[in-house]
């Protein structure tokens, strides 16, 4: 996290997304370079095939370092990226209280929107990105990277839903993240310009859970209890660095916490894991790192009636970038549907706005 993807723009070297070698005809414009999962968002496109046409958005740290790695993308200001008539899609990774209004205006504009999470930080925003998504015909999505940039919670999201471990009962994510208190810009210790623990990182478990317990996107989702606070940042007392959130849908019960507490020596950004328990089994995902065990990334661990299982996900495309521009040329929902993406987002920020102090 925190530079380019090694490579030149458009290999799948960084990624492992899914190459395309043809172009897609899709041009894209960046709006927001404020978190460092932008890499993430271009590269994945470019891979994918698609073309930049500029980028907008402040200066600092992160903007020189998009700048010396896009050097052929040009600088526009904000409504020349939103509306720039060769941009099919507008990639939106703002400051996250900003989001919402830049996706607003864009799918107003006739832009499809790709958006870094947290999508949004209220309700309010929610109600008038739907409106504006609806009005115009253009779809809003949320790129939800622990699922779809990760070949272990991929697998195993699809082998729970396929009934690999029977009939999933019980769900638990856990998303740490390194504080890196340091590189941190003014915006992220403030919940009003953040959006808070849970209406920012436990999107991602959230997302995870409900295309678990309800990939049809059907269901209603309860609420059971959310919680947050601050248990390590005395020095700044806005700040939540701990967020828990338990979830209910068709009896599956999901229960995720959400930190900025990974200590130093981990060797990881997060040590994010990711727990299924069905009727026949459990698949266990330890996205990031297997501390004291295996090397490297993204393992998946299956325990069935025959044993126990290191499943090898090598082979396991990150195919988002290809699905949401298959999506835009053909007005499908190959990649993830608009009720899940709004879905996901009202939990989080309803989660977050509800929540109780945490225990002292």
């Not at 690999?164 to 009003?192: C, E, N, Y």
């Not at 623990?197 to 859970?209: E, G, V």
Request: charge should be negative.
């Amino acid at each position: 996290m925190g530079a380019p993807p090694a490579g030149r723009p458009g290999e799948a070297t960084a990624l492992g997304c899914t190459v395309v070698a043809m172009g897609s005809g899709v041009g894209f414009s960046v709006v927001g370079i404020e978190h460092p999962h932008v890499f993430e968002l271009v590269e994945g496109l470019l891979t994918a095939g698609a073309h930049e046409v500029g980028h907008a958005g402040d200066d600092g740290p992160l903007m020189e370092l998009y700048e010396q790695w896009r050097a052929d993308s040009p600088r526009l200001d904000v409504p020349a990226a939103l509306g720039h008539d060769a941009a099919d899609l507008v990639v939106v990774a703002g400051v996250p209280a900003e989001r919402a209004g830049h996706a607003a205006a864009a799918l107003r504009a006739g832009k499809h929107v790709l958006s870094d999470k947290p999508g949004v930080t209220t309700l309010e925003q929610l109600d008038d990105v739907v409106d504006a998504e609806r009005s115009s015909g253009r779809r809003w999505w949320v790129l939800f990277s622990e699922r779809f940039g990760n070949r272990a919670v991929s697998e195993a999201v699809r082998r729970a839903r396929a009934g690999t471990i029977g009939r999933v009962v019980d769900v638990v994510g856990l998303g740490p993240h390194s504080l890196l208190a340091d590189q941190r810009p003014d915006w992220f210790w403030d919940p009003a310009t953040s959006g808070g623990i849970l209406a920012d990182l436990a999107t991602h478990q959230i997302d995870q859970f409900c295309a678990i317990a309800d990939p049809a996107d059907t269901a209603v989702v309860e609420l059971i209890s959310s919680s947050v606070g601050n248990v390590s940042c005395p020095d700044r007392p806005t700040m939540q660095d701990v967020g828990r959130v338990m979830l209910a849908a068709n009896g599956v019960v999901g229960t995720h916490r959400v930190d900025y507490l990974t200590a130093a020596g981990l060797g990881s950004w997060g040590d994010c894991r990711l727990m299924i328990t069905g009727t026949a089994g459990t698949l266990e995902v330890r996205a990031n790192v297997d501390p004291a065990g295996a090397d490297g990334g993204e393992h998946l661990i299956q325990v069935d009636a025959d044993g126990t299982h290191r499943i090898d996900v090598a082979g396991v495309e990150l195919d988002w970038a290809a699905r949401l521009l298959a999506d835009i040329r053909a007005g499908t929902d190959t990649l993830m549907t608009a009720a899940h993406v709004h879905r996901v987002c009202r939990l989080a920020v309803t989660a977050q706005t509800r929540a109780r102090p945490w225990p002292r």
